[in-house]
T-cell receptor
Framework: GNSVTQMEGPVTLSEEAFLTINCTYT??????LFWYVQYPGEGLQLLLK?????DKGSNKGFEATYRKETTSFHLEKGSVQVSDSAVYFC????????????FGKGTKLTVNP | DTAVSQTPKYLVTQMGNDKSIKCEQN?????MYWYKQDSKKFLKIMFS???????INETVPNRFSPKSPDKAHLNLHINSLELGDSAVYFC????????????FGPGTRLTVL
């Protein structure tokens, strides 16, 4: 079945540091890939997505590129802020039929001033 | 003008009780979902409805019964609550299609004593 493997946290960085959170997936066909973010005490919000190979999703300084050859969708940000502290989830959704999101285990990011 | 709302936000109850969680979306979406987030933050799909019709049931015990009175509502009823049901339950909605963003509610934290 479909699955997502995400780097284990927690990750602690200083403000303005570079962030990478690794995500790889296993899926049949051509899934859509997502990064969702969960701020403390809140529900999930879509951060960015990519729906086909070589697409780059970007939002709020975060980027991720859909790499079919390495089945990866790593999240990056050049300079993190304290307000980026949250739990980040990589997810995939298959096309057609079941559109459920399959999530990675989440990576907790803490950014210190 | 909350997009996806859930009630209650917190629910504390005794083992063996029956409880319901309500979800409403005002985004005009045709598909709604219930996800369960355990104590380790792992998120997993439980159910999905499209136009009031069940399309996903992920081997959830039949003590859990979703009900969709119309496209804008998907309620979750749980019978004979067990300790292991303690979790945060998230409702979500989207337009049908695997590439579409799912919008999440704020979550309901269920604690079974």
């Amino acid at each position: 079945g479909n699955s997502v493997t995400q780097m284990e946290g927690p990750v602690t960085l200083s403000e303005e540091a570079f962030l990478t959170i690794n995500c790889t997936y296993t899926a049949t066909g051509y899934p859509s890939l997502f990064w969702y973010v969960q701020y403390p005490g809140e529900g999930l919000q879509l951060l960015l997505k990519a729906t086909k190979a070589d697409d780059k999703g970007s939002n709020k300084g975060f980027e991720a590129t859909y790499r079919k050859e390495t089945t990866s969708f790593h999240l990056e940000k050049g300079s993190v802020q304290v307000s980026d502290s949250a739990v980040y989830f990589c997810a995939l959704s298959s096309q057609g039929g079941s559109e459920k999101l399959v999530f990675g285990k989440g990576t907790k990011l803490t950014v210190n001033p | 003008d909350t997009a996806v709302s859930q009630t209650p936000k917190y629910l504390v109850t005794q083992m063996g009780n029956d409880k319901s969680i309500k979800c409403e979306q005002n985004l005009g979406h045709d598909t709604m979902y219930w996800y369960k987030q355990d104590s380790k933050k792992f998120l997993k799909i439980m159910f999905s409805y499209n136009n009031k019709e069940l399309i996903i049931n992920e081997t959830v015990p039949n003590r859990f019964s979703p009900k969709s009175p119309d496209k804008a509502h998907l309620n979750l009823h749980i019978n004979s609550l067990e300790l292991g049901d303690s979790a945060v339950y998230f409702c979500a909605s989207s337009h049908r299609g695997g590439s579409n963003e799912q919008f999440f509610g704020p979550g309901t934290r269920l604690t079974v004593l």
